[in-house]
């Protein structure tokens, strides 16, 4: 990226930051659902599920961070039709502006309305009893992985916001996304499962996500989690990243 | 009722269960989100879930919680009904012809009983093909099916009431999402002996765990207690509750 590519990116970033300062709602409804969640399964569910700690909370933080990122890019997917729509894109084009900015501010915007829906959440879950004995570099490795996945999937919800022909198709697609934690290691051990759900849920993205990220905030050995985490996560965010460049040029050639 | 009042409900619900025959996709909604439930929980969480004194598979222990959230989420569509039968005129048509006014509130009412029953047999046809086994008598279907009946007419009748006032159509149905949740902090999915304090208060104190307890002491062929009696009282309270406000706002919106 030129130093032009990045400027442009940057005001970009701050004109979409603006649309979600002045939108709030977005964020709190964003955190809402995973909070309500973890409400749900730590005070209701929480005592009798046999997950193999003291503290349940401990164990389902990892899949709640998850699924607020998962129900958050719905709304990058969201804002993108709304500029396909509104006709900004070719505004923008007949400008002298770096065409991948546009999509990188959205991309960036993402990254951040969801961080800071991760901080609530996280909030939350100290509140309700949460506590990590992860140092700086554990934490650190934490924000990485959070950051990876939410850039993997915001790129997914590119492809989207670029090629769905309604509002609700647009946000449609995150609604898989969403339940994927619930077959994985999220919320209960994937040992507890019956054969070909325990088959699934220990090969799909998330569950080394979540084991990975869990073996961090406990201040545990990751294992070989954190490779396959890695590799998920970089292989669909190339994959995604590489799909959205074609529609875009597609669509703005 | 008379006769009269009798004859004019049979037409009447005949009337609305066309409705629901031409538009089968309204039950098929109404049991794929206490479907998909059942399978979540039987398959993915089940394993993990510590029943307390209830041995056995976990679908037998969360039968009777998701036959409850079959009928709060089906009762959305009788608030529908009613409301779309209010905005579109018919109710006014009806007063203008020998009709038994409470006969077109009847309809409506039976009409969800029977929709209701419908999704709550899918349900269990699912739940059999999942392995729930009972080796209960007839008396003991017989009380399963009163109860639930009881529960759906008390959730009907409070349908009723937001289904003649409220302004949209969203409104209408609204009102159901507390009632779908309510099952949820219960002990319909996990014993409340497990839940902290002011949870499991609430859990023991509200209408839906005596209900989901009975209904599972009688599939269990275990002695119901004195649960039957506490969710007798509450059905029976809401209903009159709901039945006496309902007509009320019948009353006014058509005079």
Excluded at chain 1, 136 to 158: E, K, M, P, Q, Y
Excluded at chain 2, 166 to 184: D, H, R
Aim: proline share 5%; with cysteine; aromatic share 12%.
């Amino acid at each position: 990226m030129t130093a032009h590519t990045l400027s442009d990116t940057g005001v970009m970033l701050g004109r979409s930051m603006r649309h979600i300062t002045r939108s709030l709602d977005t964020i709190i409804t964003v955190t809402i659902m995973p909070i309500g969640f973890m409400l749900l399964f730590v005070f209701v569910f929480g005592g009798a599920i046999r997950a193999g700690t003291d503290h349940y909370v401990n164990y389902l933080m990892p899949g709640i961070l998850l699924i607020a990122i998962a129900s958050g890019i719905s709304y990058t997917a969201f804002r993108l039709f709304n500029d396909l729509k509104g006709g900004i894109f070719e505004r923008f084009h007949s400008m002298p502006i770096a065409r991948s900015s546009v999509l990188w501010g959205h991309v960036l915007t993402s990254l951040v309305s969801n961080l800071v829906s991760v901080a609530i959440i996280i909030g939350v879950g100290f509140a309700i009893g949460f506590r990590s004995s992860a140092g700086v570099l554990d934490w650190l490795s934490v924000v990485g992985i959070l950051v990876l996945f939410t850039l993997a999937l915001t790129w997914i919800a590119v492809i989207a916001g670029l090629s769905a022909s309604s509002p609700d198709g647009a946000t449609a697609f995150s609604y898989p996304i969403i339940f994927l934690p619930f077959v994985s290691s999220a919320f209960v051990p994937t040992d507890t499962m019956p054969g070909p759900v325990r088959a699934f849920a220990e090969n799909q993205p998330v569950t080394s996500i979540v084991n990975a990220l869990r073996a961090l905030l406990q201040g545990q050995p990751v294992g070989h989690d954190i490779w396959i985490a890695l590799a998920w996560c970089v292989g669909i965010l190339l994959a995604a990243y590489a799909a959205a460049m074609v529609i875009y040029r597609r669509k703005f050639a | 009722m008379s006769a009269h009042v009798i004859g004019d409900t049979a037409v009447l619900t005949g009337r609305s269960l066309k409705h629901v025959t031409r538009s089968v996709d309204t039950i098929i909604t109404t049991a794929v989100v206490p479907i998909a439930m059942m399978l979540l929980f039987v398959y993915v969480f089940g394993g993990a879930i510590s029943q307390g004194a209830s041995s056995g598979k976990y679908v037998g222990y969360l039968l009777p919680g998701i036959l409850l959230m079959t009928v709060a989420s089906g009762i959305s569509y009788t608030a529908f009904r009613i409301f779309t039968d209010m905005t579109t005129g018919i109710f006014g048509r009806f007063r203008s012809m020998p009709i038994a006014r409470t006969g077109v509130l009847w309809s409506h009412v039976l009409t969800s009983l029977v929709a209701n029953l419908i999704s709550v047999a899918v349900v269990f046809g699912v739940a059999f093909a999942m392995g729930f086994r009972t080796g209960v008598g007839v008396g003991a279907w017989f009380a399963v099916a009163g109860i639930l009946a009881l529960f759906t007419l008390v959730l009907t009748w409070a349908a009723v009431i937001p289904g003649l006032s409220a302004k949209s159509i969203s409104g209408a149905s609204a009102f159901s999402y507390p009632l779908i949740f309510l099952p949820f902090i219960s002990s319909a999915f996990v014993p409340t002996n497990t839940m902290p304090g002011p949870v499991r208060w609430f859990a023991e104190n509200q209408p839906v765990t005596p209900i989901v307890n009975t209904v599972r002491a009688l599939f269990a062929q275990q002695p119901v207690s004195s649960d039957i009696w506490i969710a007798l009282a509450w059905m029976v309270g809401i209903l009159v509750v709901a039945f006496a406000g309902g007509m009320v706002v019948y009353r006014r919106k058509i005079s």
